[in-house]
T-cell receptor
């Protein structure tokens, strides 16, 4: 069975602070895919990143960076110099090759001005 | 263009009504999905269509009936719903279902459904 744990239910930071959202996963598949999505108050899920299990390279995209560590089954997401527009619920998700994607419970991030 | 559109945005219906939710994508994707999201919960997969055929049905009650008329359209027909079915219904699409590859799913804005 696939499982994603996002232990942080809510995080509140002040603008310009760095913040890391944690994601721990469980799977028996050797090939799997990890995702991060952002859900602003409007409701639409916005795709941020996709990683496959064979690619442990960390990735940076602007203020966003992701740290994938198979040894600890973690795929953490860091926002540098947070902004008010980053306020949203962030979901980590896991999928095997069958596209049956399972989401973590989500972390609600509030960035205060 | 990564747009998935859903109509209506909001829907209020009684328990005896019949209504339909619609989803459309023009990205040439061949897999489409329905998710249900209750308040403060993650999305839960309901159905997956691959090449217009139902490939996954996550034990959803029969009062929800999906339909995929063509590769761009996905409907969800609703009948005799219960108040606990009130939720945000999200549609998504991805390039194709390949058992060796999990494609990125792109989501629509959702339909917020209230059942009275």
């Amino acid at each position: 069975a696939q499982k994603v744990t996002q232990a942080q239910t809510e995080i509140s930071v002040v603008e310009k602070e760095d913040v890391t959202l944690d994601c721990v996963y469980e799977t028996r598949d050797t090939t799997y895919y990890l995702f991060w999505y952002k859900q602003p108050p409007s409701g639409e899920l916005v795709f941020l990143i996709r990683r496959n299990s064979f690619d442990e390279q960390n990735e940076i995209s602007g203020r966003y960076s992701w740290n994938f560590q198979k040894s600890t089954s973690s795929f953490n997401f860091t926002i540098t110099a947070s902004q008010v527009v980053d306020s949203a619920v962030y979901f980590c998700a896991l999928s095997g090759g069958d596209n049956d994607m399972r989401f973590g419970a989500g972390t609600r991030l509030t960035v205060k001005p | 263009d990564t747009e998935v559109t859903q109509t209506p945005k909001h829907l209020v219906m009684g328990m005896t009504n019949k209504k339909s939710l619609k989803c459309e994508q023009h990205m040439g994707h061949r897999a489409m999905y329905w998710y249900k999201q209750k308040a403060k919960k993650p999305p839960e997969l309901m159905f997956v269509y691959s090449y217009e055929k139902l490939s996954i049905n996550e034990s959803v009650p029969s009062r929800f009936s999906p339909e995929c008329p063509n590769s761009s359209l996905l409907n969800l027909h609703l009948h005799a719903l219960q108040p606990e079915d009130s939720a945000l219904y999200l549609c998504a699409s991805s390039q194709a279902l390949d058992r060796e590859l999990a494609d990125t799913q792109y989501f629509g804005p959702g339909t917020r459904l209230t059942v009275l």
